[in-house]
Protein backbone atom coordinates (compact mmCIF):
# COMPACT_ATOMS: atom_id res chain seq x y z
CA UNK A 1 0.00 0.00 0.00
CA UNK A 2 1.16 3.72 -0.61
CA UNK A 3 -0.12 6.16 2.06
CA UNK A 4 0.12 9.60 0.95
CA UNK A 5 -0.63 12.76 3.56
CA UNK A 6 -1.35 15.72 1.48
CA UNK A 7 -2.01 19.72 2.27
CA UNK A 8 -3.97 20.69 0.00
CA UNK A 9 -5.36 24.12 -0.59
CA UNK A 10 -9.35 24.10 -0.39
CA UNK A 11 -11.43 27.25 -2.27
CA UNK A 12 -14.99 26.03 0.14
CA UNK A 13 -12.76 26.38 3.08
CA UNK A 14 -10.52 28.84 2.28
CA UNK A 15 -7.32 27.91 3.52
CA UNK A 16 -4.85 24.60 3.83
CA UNK A 17 -6.36 20.89 4.93
CA UNK A 18 -4.56 17.42 5.53
CA UNK A 19 -6.06 14.40 3.67
CA UNK A 20 -4.52 11.10 3.67
CA UNK A 21 -4.86 8.77 0.81
CA UNK A 22 -4.31 5.09 0.92
CA UNK A 23 -3.60 3.38 -2.39
CA UNK A 24 -3.37 -0.09 -3.38
CA UNK A 25 0.15 -1.15 -4.72
CA UNK A 26 2.40 -3.86 -5.59
CA UNK A 27 3.19 -5.29 -2.44
CA UNK A 28 6.54 -7.44 -1.62
CA UNK A 29 5.82 -10.79 -2.88
CA UNK A 30 4.94 -8.81 -5.91
CA UNK A 31 8.13 -7.54 -6.42
CA UNK A 32 10.12 -10.70 -5.44
CA UNK A 33 7.98 -12.57 -8.45
CA UNK A 34 10.38 -15.38 -9.25
CA UNK A 35 10.21 -15.20 -13.10
CA UNK A 36 11.56 -10.79 -12.22
CA UNK A 37 9.19 -9.69 -14.16
CA UNK A 38 8.61 -6.22 -13.45
CA UNK A 39 5.13 -5.16 -11.48
CA UNK A 40 3.03 -2.05 -12.84
CA UNK A 41 1.85 0.68 -10.66
CA UNK A 42 -0.53 1.87 -13.50
CA UNK A 43 -3.57 0.14 -12.21
CA UNK A 44 -6.04 -1.43 -15.35
CA UNK A 45 -8.84 0.15 -13.52
CA UNK A 46 -9.24 2.87 -11.39
CA UNK A 47 -9.85 2.35 -7.67
CA UNK A 48 -13.11 1.36 -5.73
CA UNK A 49 -12.93 4.04 -3.15
CA UNK A 50 -14.37 4.54 0.85
CA UNK A 51 -14.07 7.95 2.19
CA UNK A 52 -13.60 7.00 5.89
CA UNK A 53 -14.73 9.99 8.07
CA UNK A 54 -12.95 10.28 11.67
CA UNK A 55 -15.03 10.95 15.44
CA UNK A 56 -14.82 14.08 17.02
CA UNK A 57 -11.42 15.05 18.51
CA UNK A 58 -9.97 13.05 16.02
CA UNK A 59 -8.12 13.92 12.26
CA UNK A 60 -6.79 12.39 9.29
CA UNK A 61 -4.19 9.87 10.51
CA UNK A 62 -6.74 8.61 13.21
CA UNK A 63 -8.29 5.48 11.54
CA UNK A 64 -4.47 4.71 10.44
CA UNK A 65 -2.86 4.88 13.91
CA UNK A 66 -6.16 2.96 16.09
CA UNK A 67 -6.74 0.26 13.11
CA UNK A 68 -5.29 -1.73 11.03
CA UNK A 69 -7.05 -0.04 7.57
CA UNK A 70 -4.43 0.09 5.58
CA UNK A 71 -3.63 -3.82 5.98
CA UNK A 72 -7.30 -4.26 5.15
CA UNK A 73 -7.08 -1.84 2.43
CA UNK A 74 -4.90 -3.88 0.70
CA UNK A 75 -6.43 -7.14 1.14
CA UNK A 76 -9.64 -5.97 -0.05
CA UNK A 77 -7.87 -3.96 -3.28
CA UNK A 78 -9.61 -0.55 -2.07
CA UNK A 79 -8.69 3.11 -1.66
CA UNK A 80 -9.00 4.95 1.61
CA UNK A 81 -9.89 8.81 1.77
CA UNK A 82 -9.15 10.15 5.25
CA UNK A 83 -9.54 14.25 5.87
CA UNK A 84 -9.42 16.65 9.23
CA UNK A 85 -13.35 17.70 10.07
CA UNK A 86 -12.05 19.88 12.60
CA UNK A 87 -14.75 18.31 15.10
CA UNK A 88 -17.36 20.18 12.85
CA UNK A 89 -19.26 17.05 11.82
CA UNK A 90 -19.11 17.30 8.51
CA UNK A 91 -21.73 20.08 7.63
CA UNK A 92 -21.69 23.48 7.60
CA UNK A 93 -20.26 25.11 11.18
CA UNK A 94 -20.02 28.76 11.49
CA UNK A 95 -17.80 30.19 8.69
CA UNK A 96 -17.08 26.39 7.50
CA UNK A 97 -18.98 24.47 5.32
CA UNK A 98 -17.49 21.10 5.71
CA UNK A 99 -20.89 19.88 3.65
CA UNK A 100 -19.99 21.08 0.63
CA UNK A 101 -16.22 19.94 1.17
CA UNK A 102 -17.09 16.51 1.34
CA UNK A 103 -19.42 16.06 -0.96
CA UNK A 104 -17.89 18.46 -3.85
CA UNK A 105 -14.81 19.53 -3.33
CA UNK A 106 -13.14 16.83 -1.55
CA UNK A 107 -14.18 13.72 -4.19
CA UNK A 108 -12.86 16.15 -6.91
CA UNK A 109 -9.47 16.21 -5.56
CA UNK A 110 -8.89 13.03 -5.11
CA UNK A 111 -10.67 11.63 -8.64
CA UNK A 112 -8.28 14.40 -9.97
CA UNK A 113 -5.03 13.79 -8.30
CA UNK A 114 -4.94 9.64 -7.60
CA UNK A 115 -6.64 6.61 -9.67
CA UNK A 116 -9.65 6.75 -7.84
CA UNK A 117 -13.10 5.83 -9.26
CA UNK A 118 -15.72 8.90 -9.44
CA UNK A 119 -18.74 5.83 -10.28
CA UNK A 120 -21.23 5.63 -7.81
CA UNK A 121 -21.07 1.65 -8.07
CA UNK A 122 -17.51 1.85 -6.64
CA UNK A 123 -17.80 4.63 -4.29
CA UNK A 124 -18.44 3.72 -0.84
CA UNK A 125 -18.62 6.34 2.68
CA UNK A 126 -18.12 5.66 6.04
CA UNK A 127 -17.40 6.75 9.66
CA UNK A 128 -17.66 6.38 13.03
CA UNK A 129 -19.28 8.18 15.88
CA UNK A 130 -19.47 11.88 14.25
CA UNK A 131 -18.14 10.57 11.23
CA UNK A 132 -21.20 7.94 11.85
CA UNK A 133 -23.58 10.81 11.50
CA UNK A 134 -21.62 12.77 8.79
CA UNK A 135 -21.57 9.38 6.82
CA UNK A 136 -25.68 9.10 6.80
CA UNK A 137 -25.96 12.76 6.43
CA UNK A 138 -24.23 12.86 3.37
CA UNK A 139 -25.32 9.49 2.07
CA UNK A 140 -28.83 9.71 2.55
CA UNK A 141 -28.73 13.14 1.26
CA UNK A 142 -27.24 11.93 -1.97
CA UNK A 143 -27.88 8.32 -1.97
CA UNK A 144 -27.23 7.99 -5.84
CA UNK A 145 -23.64 8.97 -5.33
CA UNK A 146 -22.65 5.76 -3.23
CA UNK A 147 -23.19 2.33 -3.52
CA UNK A 148 -22.59 1.24 -0.04
CA UNK A 149 -22.60 2.78 3.53
CA UNK A 150 -20.73 2.17 6.88
CA UNK A 151 -22.39 3.56 9.89
CA UNK A 152 -20.17 2.86 12.97
CA UNK A 153 -21.87 3.77 16.53
CA UNK A 154 -23.10 6.75 14.66
CA UNK A 155 -24.54 9.48 16.55
CA UNK A 156 -27.55 10.12 14.98
CA UNK A 157 -28.09 13.71 17.00
CA UNK A 158 -30.95 15.89 16.82
CA UNK A 159 -29.50 19.17 17.66
CA UNK A 160 -27.25 21.53 15.81
CA UNK A 161 -24.00 20.46 16.16
CA UNK A 162 -22.41 24.06 16.59
CA UNK A 163 -18.77 23.09 17.40
CA UNK A 164 -19.04 19.60 17.51
CA UNK A 165 -20.75 16.39 18.44
CA UNK A 166 -19.48 15.24 22.18
CA UNK A 167 -20.40 12.19 23.97
CA UNK A 168 -22.12 14.17 27.11
CA UNK A 169 -24.96 15.98 24.42
CA UNK A 170 -25.41 12.67 22.73
CA UNK A 171 -26.25 10.60 25.79
CA UNK A 172 -28.75 13.07 26.81
CA UNK A 173 -30.57 12.79 23.22
CA UNK A 174 -30.09 9.09 23.08
CA UNK A 175 -33.21 8.03 24.16
CA UNK A 176 -35.56 10.49 22.59
CA UNK A 177 -37.89 10.18 19.64
CA UNK A 178 -36.28 10.26 16.79
CA UNK A 179 -36.74 13.37 14.05
CA UNK A 180 -39.78 13.30 11.39
CA UNK A 181 -39.80 15.25 8.22
CA UNK A 182 -42.35 18.02 8.44
CA UNK A 183 -41.96 18.55 11.94
CA UNK A 184 -41.71 22.48 12.64
CA UNK A 185 -39.60 21.38 15.84
CA UNK A 186 -36.77 19.85 14.49
CA UNK A 187 -33.19 21.73 14.41
CA UNK A 188 -31.93 21.99 11.25
CA UNK A 189 -33.52 18.80 8.95
CA UNK A 190 -31.51 19.12 6.26
CA UNK A 191 -29.06 17.32 7.68
CA UNK A 192 -31.34 15.01 9.66
CA UNK A 193 -30.60 11.41 8.94
CA UNK A 194 -33.85 10.60 10.50
CA UNK A 195 -35.63 12.98 8.49
CA UNK A 196 -33.53 13.10 4.70
CA UNK A 197 -34.19 8.95 5.23
CA UNK A 198 -38.07 9.87 5.03
CA UNK A 199 -37.45 12.20 2.18
CA UNK A 200 -35.59 9.59 0.12
CA UNK A 201 -38.85 7.40 0.09
CA UNK A 202 -41.42 10.76 -0.35
CA UNK A 203 -38.86 11.55 -3.41
CA UNK A 204 -39.44 7.74 -4.71
CA UNK A 205 -35.36 7.74 -4.26
CA UNK A 206 -33.27 4.33 -3.65
CA UNK A 207 -30.94 3.69 -0.73
CA UNK A 208 -27.70 2.53 -0.36
CA UNK A 209 -27.29 -0.36 1.23
CA UNK A 210 -26.26 0.26 4.51
CA UNK A 211 -24.24 -1.24 7.28
CA UNK A 212 -24.39 -0.51 10.68
CA UNK A 213 -22.89 -1.49 13.73
CA UNK A 214 -22.52 -0.63 17.66
CA UNK A 215 -21.07 -2.08 20.44
CA UNK A 216 -23.66 -3.74 23.57
CA UNK A 217 -22.12 -1.40 25.86
CA UNK A 218 -22.13 1.44 23.78
CA UNK A 219 -24.35 4.85 25.52
CA UNK A 220 -25.17 5.08 21.32
CA UNK A 221 -26.79 1.61 21.25
CA UNK A 222 -30.61 2.29 21.69
CA UNK A 223 -29.72 5.22 19.41
CA UNK A 224 -28.44 3.10 16.57
CA UNK A 225 -30.61 0.03 17.03
CA UNK A 226 -33.84 2.54 16.57
CA UNK A 227 -32.25 4.37 13.53
CA UNK A 228 -31.33 1.18 12.00
CA UNK A 229 -35.14 -0.51 12.62
CA UNK A 230 -36.26 3.11 11.09
CA UNK A 231 -34.07 2.62 7.92
CA UNK A 232 -35.41 -1.01 7.39
CA UNK A 233 -39.06 -0.18 8.32
CA UNK A 234 -38.65 2.33 5.03
CA UNK A 235 -37.40 0.03 3.20
CA UNK A 236 -34.00 0.18 3.13
CA UNK A 237 -31.49 -2.92 2.75
CA UNK A 238 -29.65 -2.65 6.02
CA UNK A 239 -27.19 -5.26 7.16
CA UNK A 240 -27.16 -4.92 11.44
CA UNK A 241 -24.30 -6.25 13.35
CA UNK A 242 -23.75 -5.71 16.98
CA UNK A 243 -20.50 -7.04 20.25
CA UNK A 244 -21.97 -7.03 23.56
CA UNK A 245 -18.87 -6.48 25.12
CA UNK A 246 -17.71 -3.71 23.56
CA UNK A 247 -18.46 -0.25 24.06
CA UNK A 248 -17.49 3.49 22.03
CA UNK A 249 -13.92 2.07 21.45
CA UNK A 250 -11.43 1.78 18.90
CA UNK A 251 -11.27 -2.19 19.41
CA UNK A 252 -15.06 -2.57 18.57
CA UNK A 253 -14.24 -0.08 15.56
CA UNK A 254 -11.07 -2.14 13.95
CA UNK A 255 -13.41 -4.96 14.17
CA UNK A 256 -16.14 -3.70 12.17
CA UNK A 257 -14.07 -1.67 9.21
CA UNK A 258 -12.70 -4.90 8.43
CA UNK A 259 -16.32 -6.35 8.19
CA UNK A 260 -17.44 -3.62 6.01
CA UNK A 261 -14.88 -3.67 3.66
CA UNK A 262 -15.64 -7.61 3.17
CA UNK A 263 -19.21 -6.74 2.79
CA UNK A 264 -19.28 -4.45 0.47
CA UNK A 265 -21.15 -5.46 -2.31
CA UNK A 266 -18.79 -4.98 -5.27
CA UNK A 267 -18.71 -5.41 -8.93
CA UNK A 268 -14.96 -4.15 -9.89
CA UNK A 269 -12.42 -6.12 -11.08
CA UNK A 270 -10.69 -5.93 -8.02
CA UNK A 271 -13.42 -7.21 -5.84
CA UNK A 272 -12.77 -10.03 -3.51
CA UNK A 273 -9.36 -9.23 -3.14
CA UNK A 274 -7.95 -9.98 -6.43
CA UNK A 275 -4.50 -9.11 -7.42
CA UNK A 276 -3.45 -6.55 -9.92
CA UNK A 277 -2.28 -7.16 -12.92
CA UNK A 278 1.56 -6.96 -13.27
Given at each position: ?172 EAEAEL ?100
Open positions: MAKITCNIISQVLKRAIDITVIIPTPTIPDALSPDGKRVSYIPPEKYPVIYLLHGFGNDHATWSGYTNVELYAEENQIAVVNLSAENKAYIENGMDDFYTFVSEELPEMVCGLFPVSDKPESTYIAGLSMGGYGTLTHALSHPERFAAVGALSAAVIRKNPEGGIRMEDIKKPKDGDPNVDMPDRQPSVLAERIVKEGGKFPKIYMACGGKDALFEMNKKFCDKLIALGADVTWDEIDRYGHEWRFWDIEIEKFMEWIPRTDIYAAGGKRQV
